[in-house]
């Protein structure tokens, strides 16, 4: 754009001062000719092959030596061309023009005015500083497509980094519902397919009614177990103020299964939590409170949910029966939630798990994980 501005400008005054000269039409219709060619290859130069293009440049060099020939002021007009040269044409064909350009140049400041150290380096100056601002620009056209081109690149590599995270995220989630569905589901499952079973082959009724009490008591314990992985999987309202009635109604199941009493207490002014925050804490509490309903034998439970500092704290007490935390074993994973697995869990997200029990004075089980308020994060 600015080459055309500068191009028409400096042609149009110099037609301008041939014409109060005295330049005859031929000369006026010849710069016309002159700027209809540099318009037309401005508009489609890129689109032409190499050899128009060349052609191009040098049809109007061609013109402009007649107009420089024929009129001195039309020498100015070679700086913007010698541009356009610089910046279509290979480097050495643009140098090559230029000093022949230069040399009418010349030749034309010698007959006017004579021979002076100005006359030969007003236009080879002028030639270098044209060739060289056009170099530069190619340089940074091509610098900036580069970096476009890098930054393209980086754009995608993050775009399939997110892609590969959110797959990992998927699967784990996938081993993780497994295993509860293993742990919970699946065990509550066989027992009451065995429990059937025996009672099929049973002949008396006595027993039989015993089986039926105790198919119906598995059963409503798997009940409790779905719920649970439900609620942990998709809490009804996001927030503080939605994980708080399934902690309640997780805690309150718990409590009814071992005929304990159940005490909950939700921070009112947590702030809405991040869904990754929700889950890894519903996961906690589901697994404590597992090892509660299993383990215990509590007659009290409190679940108590705080922010503390730029962390949030799941605490989960009982009175029950306890355990030495130093020589306690992993359950296996038919057998039961395993503090280490919790612990794990909890650590993928920057969380903490601490345990403190002794036998006969109950257990303390307290998780925490980094504060992350919904929306900065998932």
């Known amino acids: 754009m600015g080459q055309s501005v500068l191009f028409g400008g400096l042609l149009l005054i110099a037609t301008g001062l041939a014409a109060a000269r005295g330049a005859g039409w031929s ?39 007649v107009l420089m020939w024929l009129a001195p ?20 064909v643009a140098l090559l ?8 140049s010349v030749t034309v400041l010698v007959l006017a005015d004579g021979h002076s150290i100005g006359t030969v380096l007003g236009p080879v100056t002028g030639a270098l500083v044209a060739i060289g601002i056009a170099r530069g620009v190619i340089m940074l056209e091509r610098e900036m497509q580069e970096n476009q081109r890098l930054l393209r690149e980086l ?12 797959e990992a995220g998927v699967l784990e989630e996938r081993a993780r519902l497994a295993h509860d569905i293993h742990d919970t589901l699946a065990q509550g499952f066989s027992s009451v397919v065995l429990l059937a079973r025996a009672a099929t082959r049973e002949p008396e009724q006595e027993r ?3 089986y039926l009490h105790q198919i119906e008591q598995s059963a409503a314990t798997n009940l409790a177990d779905a719920r649970r992985v439900v609620y942990a999987l998709a809490p009804e309202n996001p927030g503080a103020g939605g994980i708080a009635e399934p902690l309640t109604r997780l805690t ?21 939590l991040a869904t990754t925050s929700e889950v890894a804490l519903l996961h906690g509490a589901q697994g404590a409170l597992a090892n509660v309903r299993q383990h215990s034998g509590a007659t009290r439970l409190a679940l108590e949910l705080v922010r503390s500092g730029d962390e949030v704290r799941l605490d989960v007490v009982d009175d029950g029966k306890g355990f030495d935390p130093a020589n306690r074993r992993e359950r296996s994973r038919g057998g039961g939630y395993g503090l280490t697995a919790l612990r794990e869990r909890l650590a993928l997200l920057g969380g903490t798990l601490e345990v403190e029990s002794e036998p006969g004075g109950g257990t303390a089980v307290s998780l925490s994980v980094p504060l992350r308020v919904a929306g900065e994060g998932s």
């Open 27 to 65: 000369l006026i219709s010849l710069a016309v000719v002159l700027m209809a060619v540099f318009v037309c290859g401005m508009v489609w130069h890129r689109r032409l092959a190499p050899a128009l293009v060349a052609a191009w440049v040098g049809l109007m060099f061609a013109l402009l030596l």
């Open 73 to 92: 002021e039309f020498l100015w007009v070679a700086f913007p061309l010698w541009m356009v040269a610089a910046a279509t044409l290979p480097l050495l």
């Open 97 to 104: 023009l230029a000093a022949v350009t230069v040399a009418m």
């Open 155 to 166: 754009v995608g590599a993050q775009h399939e980094t997110a892609r590969l995270q959110r």
């Open 208 to 210: 039989k009614d015993e």
């Open 252 to 272: 309150e199941e718990a409590a009814n299964a071992i005929g304990a009493t159940a005490s909950v207490r939700i921070d009112p002014q947590l702030p809405r």
